[in-house]
C-alpha cells in the first residue's frame, strides 16, 4: 500500500522540481530574478575552467537565455543578411538544435550601437515559446511550439519612433493567462497590449504616452492579485493584467525614458524603479494606500533592472558602483566600485549576487546589507549584455569575444 501511495508523491515531487529549473521568460518565475528556493550555482570560472559546454551563436542579439525543460531558447539577428531567428539549443550537450528564421527583411535602418535587433528575451507558457522582434515598423510577436513550428504571428501594433532611432528593448511577459507586450514610442501606436497566447487575438489594450521608453512590464502581487507596473513617460502606473485597466498611477514621479523593469518587496509594501533619460532616479512608491513616494536619489540604473533581498535594495549603477540601499527608506547600507558599464541585469542565486558588466566580467559577491564581500570575478570573452540564466546548479550565460576583427556570440553553461 506504501509503494502505490508513494509512487504518485514521487512523480509530483520530480514534476516540481523540473519545473523550478525552468526560466521561463524575462526575470524568471517570479519575475524578480531570484533563482528558486534552495537552488546553487558556480562562483568561479574563465574560458579555461568551470565550463560545462560553450557553443557559438549565429548573428548577434541580446536576449537572455530561457529555459523549458531540456531546451534553451534566444533570438538572434543578422543585420547583412536582414533575418531575424529563433535559435533553440539543447540544455545538456549545447547542441543547437535548430534555427527557425522567424523574419527575413524588414529591419530597422538604425539602432543605437549598443542595441541588437534582437534584444528581447523570449517567453514561455510550457507549451509554447513567444518571440518578438522590432521589424517592419511594428511590434510583431511570433509563437511556436516547443519543437520550433509556428503556430500563429500577429503585429502587436505599430513601433516606428522618430525621435530616436535606438530600437526594440521590452521583454514579452506572461501573466494569468495573458502574454503582455510593452510598445512605447513616439507615435500614436505606443501603448501596452494584453494578447491571448493561443491565438495571438488581442485581449486589450492600454494606450501610453507618444513617448520613447524600453521598460517591460513588472509583474507584481498586491493582496493575492497580480499588478502590471510600469516606469517611463514620466509616470508609474499600476495596470490589472486581465483587463489593461489603470489601477492607479503617479505623474511626474518618473523620467521621459527608462528601460528596467520595477521590482518590488511584498512585506515592505514597495515598489521599486530607476532610470532614466533625461533625469537619474532611484525611488520606493507604496504600493496601496496613496501610492506616496517614501524616498527617492539621483542615482540612475538606465538599461539594467534592480534587484531586491529581504528589504534591501542592490543596484548595478550606470557609473560601474554597486550599491545596498535599505528598502523601508532608502539608506545607504555601502557603495562599491565594480567599474565598467552595465546592460545585463543581477541575478540571486541563494545569498549571492551576479552582476556582469558590457565588458564580459561578472562580480560575484554577497547579498549582505551589511557591507559589501566579494565572492569572486569572472571574465568570458569581452562583451556581455545578456541577463544570465540559472537552471539545475549552472549558469547558463550570452557573451561575445573578439578576435582577430571578427566578433562572435557564444552560449556557455557554466558548472559541472
Wanted: aromatic share 10%; with cysteine; glycine share 10%.
Amino acid at each position: 500500500m506504501m509503494r502505490y501511495f508513494l509512487a504518485p508523491m514521487v512523480l509530483l515531487a520530480a514534476a516540481s522540481a523540473a519545473q523550478a529549473q525552468d526560466w521561463l521568460q524575462w526575470r524568471g518565475p517570479t519575475g524578480d530574478n531570484h533563482a528558486a528556493e534552495g537552488a546553487t550555482a558556480p562562483t568561479e570560472w574563465s574560458e579555461e575552467a568551470g565550463l560545462a559546454w560553450k557553443t557559438p551563436v549565429p548573428g548577434h542579439g541580446h536576449s537572455s537565455p530561457t529555459i523549458v525543460g531540456d531546451r534553451i531558447y534566444l533570438i538572434t539577428a543578422d543585420a547583412d543578411a536582414q533575418t531575424q531567428s529563433l535559435l533553440i539549443y539543447g540544455k545538456e550537450s549545447g547542441e543547437l538544435l535548430r534555427e527557425v528564421l522567424t523574419h527575413e527583411g524588414g529591419l530597422p535602418a538604425q539602432i543605437h550601437p549598443s542595441n541588437s535587433h534582437a534584444t528581447s528575451t523570449v517567453a514561455s507558457d510550457g507549451e509554447r515559446v513567444f518571440a518578438l522582434f522590432y521589424n517592419d515598423d511594428a511590434a510583431v510577436v511570433t509563437a511556436y511550439d516547443l519543437q520550433g513550428e509556428r503556430l500563429w504571428q500577429e503585429r502587436v501594433g505599430g513601433f516606428d519612433p522618430k525621435a530616436y532611432q535606438f530600437g526594440f528593448g521590452s521583454s514579452p511577459r506572461l501573466v494569468d493567462g495573458t502574454l503582455v507586450v510593452a510598445s512605447e514610442y513616439d507615435g500614436p501606436d505606443s501603448g501596452i497590449y494584453g494578447l491571448d497566447p493561443k491565438t495571438g487575438k488581442r485581449f486589450w489594450t492600454a494606450p501610453r504616452s507618444e513617448n520613447l521608453s524600453w521598460s517591460s512590464p513588472s509583474v507584481t502581487p498586491v493582496g493575492g492579485k497580480s499588478q502590471l507596473l510600469m516606469s517611463g513617460a514620466k509616470r508609474l502606473v499600476s495596470y490589472e493584467p486581465v483587463s489593461g485597466k489603470v489601477l492607479w498611477s503617479l505623474e511626474d514621479e518618473s523620467t521621459e525614458a527608462t528601460c528596467g523593469t520595477m521590482v518590488w518587496d511584498e512585506k515592505l509594501g514597495l515598489a521599486f524603479a530607476s532610470g532614466g533619460f533625461p533625469d537619474a532616479f532611484t525611488l520606493a512608491v507604496k504600493l496601496d494606500g496613496d501610492h506616496e513616494v517614501v524616498w527617492r536619489n539621483k542615482i540612475r540604473n538606465y538599461e539594467q533592472s534592480l534587484l531586491v533581498v529581504d528589504g534591501y535594495v542592490y543596484a548595478t549603477a550606470d557609473r560601474g558602483i554597486a550599491f545596498c540601499w535599505r528598502g523601508s527608506d532608502g539608506k545607504e547600507m555601502w557603495r562599491e566600485r565594480l567599474g565598467g558599464k552595465f546592460s545585463a541585469s543581477p541575478l540571486l542565486v541563494g545569498k549571492t549576487i551576479y552582476a556582469t558588466n558590457e565588458s564580459g566580467t561578472t562580480h560575484v559577491y554577497e547579498a549582505n546589507p551589511e557591507r559589501f564581500v566579494r565572492v569572486a570575478q569572472n571574465q568570458l570573452g569581452d562583451s556581455a549584455f545578456a541577463t544570465t540564466t540559472p537552471s539545475a546548479g549552472r549558469l547558463y550565460h550570452r557573451y561575445a569575444k573578439t578576435e582577430g576583427g571578427k566578433r562572435q556570440e557564444y552560449l556557455a553553461a557554466i558548472g559541472d
